[in-house]
């Protein structure tokens, strides 16, 4: 491996590595997702699939298929299917969060409104739904009707979690892989799968998939309170005034005295909120320690996805998905 | 067949056939709404799935499977699968619509919120695919696939083409299957593609479904403006007032002069209404035989769904159903 390609980011080497079989899925996503009779459909996706996002899930997918040896056609479809119903996810959640930006610009409920947001995001999940179809694996099917269920179930649960301090770290998790997980295990799984990939690797690439979920959802959460920098960015603090109950929260609110117990009862159950609140969580938070033992956990999520890739092939693109997972969590390094 | 038996409604009829079948298909939906985790899901589902719907959809399957000589179970995944999928769709509508009311009842957008409209409709229809993928038969899948995509497609048309003075029969057609007919066509086709019905008969079904829903609809849209007895009750007039292009109306613009022309541009497409102008739609409908050639068509398409049904078996269910097309006009009649 040259310089250059050392200094690449890990997910940009994955792109440069698979970019022929993106560019098929990026001309699939295009063709899937007009309408002949509802111009408003490829309006509304154009928007939200040509903004640019990172296409991680669907090349996770190309990745597994490639690694595992397959050289067929329908590993490109499944890589379409998970971008599809990331991008309807994203529709339904900005609504739900009644959102005004994502990825920098105006949402789609913003744009045109609430309606076409639901509607359009019904047509790309039934648009995955006929993709995934098409690979005539009842396998992947069941793979992915089962993820579809954990993320809609994640997303139902996360309201009734929101504001309550009664969250467990359990709970968490589960949110975690409604929002984040469940479709990378899904993307990283169903691509050993439609390779024929022997039982133990099919698990590996859930295992993998599942823990850099909520490694990427963990560093996530930290980077909202400023990563463990203790230094407050101009975006630090969203999840506090939104009242989430992310991890280090969690982990702070488990160790609370009483004084604290009433700080975090006014401030994230009830939303009452002052000047100086954030400063007073992150106070809290550093004094047990909240920061780092999350950080501790995403650290062994990495660990866990790396661990899980040691039964895979050996295979340039093993390396690059070894460093995927570090990257993940060097952002808060 | 008893007097008694006689006088019933054909829905009754086939209910009470198939009673065995159909608290099978309950007891699962009930089972297979639940969520460990969500306890708002159950809530949400229960007011909409208990709330005495005619469970016509899941009728249609358990009928089509038997008829032609089903004695598996997977009838009755399918059966739970249509019903999950039409009230997902019912959900995600009623927040479309902004709707206050179902069956009488407060909608669950009002009962609890739009988040959980939107999240629980995504989570029956993840349920929905778990459900038809236990079936493993593939071309079940794909057709409840392509169903699905023409129903998301359907209701993002109807919200671009609502107000829309250029909207053809076609695209009304078009409309409507995705409202009602698609779901009722794949609710047929799939009981007699899982029953393993010969070519011929699972076409037959996919017809006899189609046309049901698609005069289903235009019945609908006739009692909207009180049937064909001109006489206006308390209902008449929700279509006009929210300015729907419905198939009386667009016979009735395709004929429209100059001056009916600007009524219907400033009624339907403006929205600006006063007294009387349901009175003066109704008298132009009238002077046009509009209500008539609706009702017309309505006929059409009950004598295609029942000539449909000349391939299938001999069977008491195919009175039935024969029956049911003729009872879904006898309500304009």
Redesign the interface.
């Known amino acids: 491996m040259g310089l250059d390609e050392a200094a690449q980011k890990p997910h940009d080497r994955l792109s440069a590595w698979l970019a022929a079989d993106m560019e098929a899925v990026n001309l699939m996503i295009r063709t899937r997702m007009a309408?002949e009779?509802?111009?408003?459909?490829p309006q509304v996706t154009a928007h939200l699939v040509e903004a640019g996002g990172k296409r991680l899930r669907p090349l996770l997918t190309l990745a597994a298929a490639r690694m595992c040896g397959y050289d067929g056609p329908f590993h490109v479809h499944l890589a379409a299917t998970v971008e599809f119903i990331h991008t309807a996810t994203l529709l339904?959640d900005d609504?739900?969060d009644e959102s005004a930006q994502r990825r920098g610009r105006p949402t789609a409920n913003l744009l045109w409104d609430?309606?076409?947001s639901?509607?359009?995001g019904?047509?790309l999940?039934?648009?995955s739904?006929?993709l995934m179809?098409e690979t005539?694996n009842?396998r992947v099917?069941?793979i992915l009707?089962?993820a579809?269920?954990t993320?809609?179930?994640g997303?139902?649960?996360q309201?009734?979690a929101a504001q309550d301090l009664a969250t467990t770290e359990a709970?968490y998790l589960?949110v975690v892989r409604g929002k984040t997980a469940a479709l990378f295990s899904a993307a990283t799984e169903v691509g050993g799968v439609i390779a024929g990939a022997p039982e133990d690797q099919v698990q590996a690439l859930f295992t993998y998939g599942d823990a850099l979920g909520i490694a990427f959802q963990i560093v996530d959460d930290l980077l909202d309170y400023g990563g463990t920098s203790a230094v407050i960015g101009k975006n630090t603090g969203d999840d506090f005034r939104e009242r989430k109950l992310t991890l280090p929260v969690i982990k702070a609110v488990a160790q609370a005295d009483a004084d604290e117990r009433a700080f975090w009862e006014r401030t994230i159950a009830k939303g009452q909120q002052a000047e100086g609140d954030l400063e007073r969580a992150l106070e809290i938070m550093a004094r047990h320690g909240a920061m780092e033992a999350a950080r501790a956990d995403a650290l062994a999520w990495v660990a866990k996805a790396k661990t899980a890739l040691a039964v895979l092939p050996e295979h340039e693109i093993r390396g690059m998905l070894v460093d995927l997972a570090d990257y993940v969590v060097a952002r808060i390094n």
């Open positions: 309408s009779h509802a111009p408003r459909i339904h609504v739900v609430n309606k076409s639901v509607l359009v019904d047509y999940f039934s648009r739904f006929q179809v005539g009842l099917l069941d009707a089962n579809s269920a993320i809609a179930e997303e139902v649960l309201l009734t709970i589960q």
